[in-house]
Structure formats: structure tokens, C-alpha cells
């Protein structure tokens, strides 16, 4: 008996922030598509904290997936303000949410759940892990195999699965490295002793403390709490000589390092639920490109992973979402057209995004970051800092 192998026209490999997108502006325009996660279901996991939408970006996505109006009733009041504070407690910038910024806060689980819930039924699949992908004999499509077996073959593979992408391997060899610095995450809680102390002193937006290739970088959330990345210029294993299993011990291993800090900001560990959670921060190399391959495509991270300290990770993985599926629009029955097209205007775009993190990697944890970060706020017409 010949059993038939299913076929998807599109299949999008992540169903992450961009592939969320470039389904929900095809779906706008009437081109089907499946989405692909290893996710067991939308609330599997945690989705992070908060996210500053660009207008130039991010906007642009929401408004080709008809969002716009939904993303605006969203977001968070207040999210927009900024303060540098030095290591020894004083204040350095403040500048107050006046309402009229252009990187409007939203929580990314309100951001995705607006996304998921834009998308017709069944057009995610859930619990299913990519494991392998290879050309076919026919031109331009793929065979894809799933971690429990399952095989498909598309005629349009998008990998759009982040910073390990699967689909990466398909048109390149470039691997994400470790950029020399790594975070550990921490959040002090509404009703702790010392939120309301710490989340006064921090503000209701941003705040960057640098100094000695050291930063606390912190945001607050939309539940109220102050959620920090405690960022170190360290050996790759420098994680690793920490005990993140035992949870006391981890947070005096992290608050060694800011040892003779102020103590408000020595709080943001000291006072912080536990456990702490560590982020080594990878990125591709800067340009990262590959030769147009027939059939296969990549955006957000998975093409141009890049370190935070640009605030453009998400905000380019849904541009990319949004303009590949303006480029399959504009090229219905030329699928090679569309990802020319799509990938001529992405690989600048991420490479210039990327080159900036880069160069902000480069100054945050420098001899002279606190000046320099100063100089890049309050520079006239200079976007809001984000990390």
C-alpha cells in the first residue's frame, strides 16, 4: 500500500513573534500557510518580559497584519521612561514617559497571544519538532521530517526557529558565538520587602547602571515587577562555574561580582525570587548572507542573530515576517522572485542592526560606558535607549 506524504505550499518553521506575523499578513491576503512549533501549546512556556515596538519596524508589522489599533490598547502606560544611574547610586538621566515616544512598551505574552489569536484555527501545529529538512528532486521544494516521524514536503520553507534554527543549515554554515557576555536574570516581586523602595528608585521604564565591564539593566513589568539582567563581560564558562541549582548560592555568586555597587542596586539580586535564571548571549557574525537557495528562506534571529544591546531583535524578526509576506504577495506564482526579493532588502537591514549591537556590546561594557551612553540618550533626535 503507497502511503501519499502530506504537502504544505508554505510551512513556517517557529512559531515565534515573526513567523507569527508572516502568517497573519498571508492569512490577510488570503495565502494559507502552516506553522510549525516544538511547543507543546501556546502556554508551554514563559514568553519574557517586556518589549519596546518600534515605529519604523515592529508599527509597520502590526499595521500590514491589521493589528495596529489592537497592539496601541496594549500597551504600557509609562514604559517609555529611562534613567542611567551610576554604580554608587546617583542619577545620572532621568527622562520621564511624556507620552509621546515612538517604542511603545508591551508585554510579549500580550503581543503574542494578540498574534495568535489573529490566525485561523489550525493553522499552528503544535508539539512538533523539526528534526530534519532536505531538498527533494523537484526544484525549489523540501522534505521535512518531525520528531515523530511525520514527513511532509513544502514548496516555501521559512525558518523562522531563532537562534539554533534548524532550517539555518539548509544555505548556511554560520554559527552563533558567544559575544563575551553574559546575563543572569532576576525579578523582584510586588508585595517583597523592598519593591516598592527598588521599583521608585529604577523607575517605570528602563534603567542602566554600567560600570568595570559590569551592568544592571533593568525594566519594569507590566505586573509590576522589576525584572533585571545582571551583565557580566565574563569567560564563556564563567556561567558555569555557578551553581544555578543551588539558589542561595547562586545569588551571592552574582552578588559578588557587584560588590561595593549601592545597595539599592545591589537589591535587584539580593531581593530577587529565586531561582536566578542564566542567559549567555550569542549572535552570528555581523553580514552573515547566504547564496540564494530555491525554497528556502530564513528572518528574525534565525538569519541575523544579534546581541540585545540594539533593542531590535524582535522588532526585525516581525519586519521580516511582514515584508516577506508582502514580497510572496507581490509575486504569487514566483516563489524564487519573492525570497530575491525579500532577502535583497533583509540582509542590509540586519546586517546594519546587527553592526549597531554590536558597536553598543562594544561601549556598554567599555572603559568610558556611563559617558558614552549618556552622549548616545541625550543626543538630539536620539531614539529611546533600549537594551
Known sequence: MTTTTPHHPIAVVGAGLGGLVLARVLHVHGIPCTLLDLDASADARAQGGMLDLHEDTAQVALRAAGLHDAFRALVLTGGEETKVIDPDGTLRHHEPDDGNGGRPEINRADLRRLLLDSLP??????????????????PGRHLVTLADGERFTTDLLVGADGAWSRIRPLLTDARPAYTGISFVEADVLPGSERHAEIA?????????????ERALLTHRESDDRVHTYAA?????DWLGTIDFT??????????????GWDDRLRALIADAELPLTPRPIHALPVGATWERTPGVTLLGDAAHLMSPFAGEGANLAMFDGAELARA???????PEAALAAYEKEMFPRGEEKAAESAANLTMMFGPNAREDLLGIITAPDAPDAQA
Open 328 to 334: 510572496i504577495v507581490e509575486h504569487p506564482d514566483d
Open 246 to 259: 543551588d539558589p542561595e548560592a547562586a545569588r551571592a555568586a552574582v552578588l559578588a561580582v557587584f560588590d
Open 200 to 212: 521608585a528608585f529604577t523607575g517605570g521604564g528602563s534603567a542602566f547602571a554600567l560600570g568595570d
Open 121 to 138: 484555527d489550525g493553522t499552528i501545529r503544535w508539539g512538533a519538532k523539526v528534526t530534519a529538512a532536505e531538498p527533494t528532486d523537484v
Open 232 to 236: 557580566v563581560k565574563a569567560p564563556e
